[in-house]
């Protein structure tokens, strides 16, 4: 059953974090706690959150990403981890089969962002992606796995002063919301920007 908005421009995000070991419990999971800390600074329109912590395979990523926005009814799903060229970093795989259509320029940003700190970046097969169904659309977006490395992502790069260096993916993200007939969000400023040409402010 879909989630209940508690506010009209509500936003229903689903939060995945792909890790084996994390799942097992070998380790404590700090995928979610960061993505959720993340939006609880960056967003001032309120959300709600739904969390999900698997194992790098590829029939429970596709399963859990459907379940999230076909029956959760999400606008925006996260995920993290499982990216890389390992022969078990399959969520671009899972993310790519249930979408219906990509969108390549946040992969593009998010290594351009990511080789600013490490040249392993080109290694990084993070994607983003529409899952669209008769009544409903949402945007899903593949992140890093470390806490740093999506804020980074999502925020961008700043200079010193404070001036945007490098446009943090996140900005983007609420217009392309708005564009597929989700809520409207508003982010805070000082943590990233978000980007509505002025026909499509509130």
């Given at each position: ?15 995945v ?65 499982g990216?890389g ?26 290594r ?36 740093k ?54």
């Amino acid at each position: 059953m879909n989630a209940e908005r508690a506010f009209a421009n509500q936003l229903i995000v689903g939060l995945v974090s792909v890790s084996d070991r994390a799942a097992q419990g070998v380790y404590v999971d700090q995928g979610l706690p960061g993505l959720e800390q993340w939006l609880a600074r960056a967003l001032r329109t309120p959300f709600q959150s739904h969390r999900r912590l698997i194992a790098d395979d590829r029939p429970t990523i596709e399963q859990t990403l459907i379940e999230l926005v076909d029956v959760i009814g999400c606008d925006l799903v996260l995920t993290t981890g499982g990216t890389g060229p390992a022969r078990r970093d399959v969520t671009p795989e899972a993310t790519l089969a249930v979408a219906t259509r990509v969108m390549p320029g946040f992969g593009e940003q998010m290594r351009r962002i990511s080789l600013e700190f490490v040249a392993t970046a080109i290694l990084s097969r993070q994607v983003g992606v529409l899952r669209e169904t008769e009544n409903h659309a949402a945007l899903i977006l593949n992140l890093p796995g470390q806490p740093k490395a999506i804020a980074e992502t999502l925020e961008g790069l700043k200079t010193l002063a404070g001036e945007v260096k490098v446009h943090g993916i996140f900005s983007a993200v609420p217009y392309c919301i708005d564009l597929i007939n989700g809520p409207y969000v508003e982010t805070h400023d000082a943590v990233v920007k978000a980007f509505r040409p002025k026909s499509a402010l509130r």
